[in-house]
């Protein structure tokens, strides 16, 4: 019941207000013991110890739940004996404290008869606490106060102790005073918060790209200004009547009033759309930190398990926590709670040895353990490490072929990533007798599925006689994505990026064939392939050209490429979730907007993976794969078109597919070029004036490489001058084509003239 500061809790009732209550002075105990217990000599924060005590006493007053009222005092006074130098704590006496904070929070959980003031219902389980407490403080120096353990009589005095901490009682934690009035807000209001800060976001991209298209219309009034001064300039020699030359005047002035018109209108659209922009990001990011809680919060409680368990255990350990401010969806926060506490777990048992283990191999006697939360590149990543013997990989051979999961021969092939992927798997463990701490081989799996299911990915790093890194990379929130765009079948689909393994280029000659199935090496290992039409169900793939667009997913265990038509780019989407009527779509998560508000299909990976395996285990894989992509059927040509305005390239891809042409597109010439070392074209048609890198300057670099310099060259634009032609083709430009000029038969016909036309 981990609350953040300042919540609203006036809508509580007192015993809830008290369990609040234990549940924060409770941790700051707890976190002051563990403190006390590893490091004595240190100074101690007693004063915070008797605080939280005493607050704790105040409350359990309030609600008239005298038990606890006599354990919290029993708490104070102990821990102003210690303040006064007149008691001393061991580690027993450090057990006892803490099991008396543990026996305050169960007094303080639902159902625990709180509030009925009667001794009874918990004397069998506080008294000997209470004993045991005032034989702690029997050591002193001085005797215990008589008020300590025992009843009170109500009198003159206890009545206005009451009092005064009646009026106390905090309804945010204590010392926190909020600023400013707060509201309760609901899980659900939050999330539609978020999610409309997120489509607010994505909506205000769609001002840059109407902003590059004005650009352009900007450059076509100074192409016609430019053609309006050279008809000026060859008219001015004829006999023009006074009216024919004022109207050519007037009809060159409105052309120049609308071009500065139109330059001041897109200063004004570059204004607002970083405005919007940067407003939009704000709203976004302050509705994200609504959600977000600090890593801490949801770690109170590991410093006191990992010290029970060394304990049981008969070693000495210590958690280090670094990045507790770190900020975490509270989702998340709540879902990594179970797995870290299996990691913790593990690094006690497995990774930390007993204090004479260590001092033979070196070491210090007390083992290291960390738990790290930090940010990095818009990733979540929680790390845990610990500075053990780390993991005997021949044990895990072993293991590996005791449980008939690979033949000795295979075993001995298997590198340190792969046998490190088996501690991944269910039932997988290497102790030989199970204990109640371990030995079921249920702790990584639980680590894993819990990763998987909110689209991370998992790393274990070994160093033999060092230790053992495990770490989580995780999404910042649930409902944000960062995705790769694909098509498949003309329907675009997005694959979150931490689920891919790799994206590219496959060249068909790196696809090899063994007993039918289709298959490329990839680290040296085989990959199985097969399109995404066939999972999806789409229309059958288009013949393959040279290179297949190719995701490759899974791990190391089993890994598949699947080809889809084309990559469109990456993006970060706002996770809509599907109408629950719907029920489970197979191979679909969720559904998002694309920055045109067009709706785009989140797949759902693990989905994928299972249909996959369905499929080569039925021999339908084979069969489609070799249908669908080794077709006997002629490949087409491919053309890429670059141009910087999202409306031209869309335009020219449909000419060229709907005229026999398979088309890509670029949105500069950068872009072009690297798509260009990585696939084969038989044709580039691109624009001159782009941003990074131009259409001149694009030409030039293919020109210059051997291996392009074969390869024609289409310039297409608006600039018809003799000039602006020359220029092209010095560049090796094959072909200049003006827009203005040409019509979609033009286009083709120009194409089919440099390349030749389209097979049947």
């Not at 169960?106 to 069998?124: F, Y």
């Amino acid at each position: 019941m981990n609350r953040p500061p300042f919540e609203d809790l006036s809508s509580l009732s007192m015993l809830e207000l008290f369990r609040v209550e234990a549940e924060n002075q409770g941790a700051m105990l707890t976190s002051g013991l563990l403190a006390l217990e590893r490091e004595p000599t240190a100074p101690q924060p007693w004063d915070m110890l008797m605080r939280a005590a005493h607050s704790l006493k105040g409350a359990a007053r309030i609600v008239n739940l005298q038990a606890a009222v006599r354990l919290a005092h029993g708490l104070e006074d102990c821990f102003a004996a210690a303040q006064q130098g007149r008691l001393q704590f061991g580690q027993a006496d450090v057990d006892l404290l803490l099991r008396t904070v543990d026996m305050l929070l169960n007094l303080a959980k639902p159902g625990s008869a709180a509030g009925t003031g009667n001794e009874s219902d918990h004397g069998p389980e506080v008294q000997p606490l209470l004993d045991a407490l005032r034989n702690l403080l029997g050591r002193s120096e001085l005797p215990a106060s008589a008020n300590a353990l025992r009843p009170r009589e109500p009198d003159l005095a206890l009545a206005r102790d009451q009092a005064r901490e009646a009026s106390s009682l905090p309804v945010a934690p204590p010392g926190l005073e909020p600023p400013e009035r707060v509201v309760r807000l609901g899980a659900e209001n939050l999330n539609r918060l978020l999610g409309l800060a997120g489509e607010s976001l994505v909506e205000s991209r769609w001002l840059r790209p109407f902003a590059e298209s004005l650009q352009r219309l900007k450059r076509q009034q100074a192409d016609l200004t430019h053609r309006l001064q050279e008809l000026r300039a060859q008219l001015s020699g004829a006999n023009l009547s006074v009216r024919s030359e004022e109207r050519l005047n007037e009809l060159f002035q409105k052309a120049g009033e609308c071009q500065q018109f139109l330059a001041e209108r897109i200063q004004e659209l570059d204004v607002f759309d970083r405005r919007s922009a940067h407003l939009s990001q704000r709203l976004y990011l302050e509705a994200l930190r609504t959600r977000m809680r600090p890593f801490g919060d949801g770690t109170r409680r590991f410093a006191r398990m990992a010290r029970d368990l060394a304990r049981v255990l008969g070693k000495d350990v210590k958690l280090e926590i670094v990045g507790e401010t770190t900020q975490v969806d509270r989702d998340m926060l709540e879902r990594l709670e179970a797995p870290l506490a299996h990691l913790l777990r593990n690094a006690v048992d497995h990774g930390c040895e007993t204090p004479e283990q260590r001092l033979r191999a070196g070491k210090p006697t007390e083992g290291a353990i960390r738990l790290e939360a930090r940010h990095s590149a818009g990733m979540l990543l929680v790390t845990v490490s610990d500075d053990g013997p780390g993991v005997s990989l021949e044990r895990v051979r072993e293991v590996v072929v005791q449980k008939n999961l690979a033949s000795p021969a295979a075993a001995r092939k298997l590198t340190e990533p792969e046998l490190l992927d088996f501690l991944l798997l269910p039932g997988f463990t290497l102790r030989q007798t199970v204990t109640e701490i371990s030995g079921r081989g249920v702790g990584l799996d639980v680590v894993q599925h819990m990763v998987r299911s909110v689209r991370g990915n998992i790393r274990i790093q070994n160093q033999p006689g060092r230790g053992l890194r495990i770490q989580l990379q995780l999404p910042l929130t649930l409902s944000v994505l960062r995705a790769l765009l694909v098509e498949v079948g003309d329907e675009p689909y997005a694959v979150p990026l931490t689920q891919i393994t790799r994206a590219l280029r496959l060249p068909r000659d790196r696809v090899e064939s063994l007993e039918g199935r289709h298959h490329f090496k990839f680290g040296g290992q085989p990959v199985g392939l097969l399109t995404a039409h066939q999972l999806l169900e789409c229309t059958e793939a288009k013949p393959p050209t040279a290179d297949l667009p190719v995701v490759i997913l899974g791990d190391r265990s089993a890994r598949y490429g699947l080809i889809v038509d084309r990559f469109l780019g990456q993006s970060e989407l706002v996770v809509q979730p599907l109408d629950l009527r719907l029920g489970k779509i197979r191979d679909i998560s969720a559904a998002a907007l694309m920055e045109d508000g067009s709706p785009i299909l989140i797949l759902d990976v693990d989905d994928l993976l299972r249909s996959i395996e369905a499929l080569a285990a039925n021999g339908g894989m084979v069969q489609a794969t070799r249908r669908a992509l080794f077709s006997t059927g002629p490949a087409r040509k491919r053309v890429l078109a670059v141009d910087d305005s999202a409306v031209v390239r869309e335009l020219q891809r449909k000419l060229l597919t709907g005229g026999g042409y398979d088309a890509d597109v670029a949105a500069d010439g950068l872009e072009a070029w690297n798509a260009l070392r990585s696939g084969h074209y038989d044709l580039v048609i691109t624009d001159v004036d782009m941003p990074r890198m131009g259409g001149i300057e694009l030409a030039t670099l293919i020109k210059q490489e051997p291996r392009f310099e074969s390869l024609p060259v289409m310039i297409v634009s608006y600039l018809d001058g003799d000039r602006d032609r020359l220029r092209g083709l010095e560049a090796g430009a094959d072909y200049y084509l003006t827009k203005g000029s040409f019509e979609d038969e033009t286009l083709l016909q120009a194409v089919a003239d440099l390349i030749g036309k389209p097979k049947p």
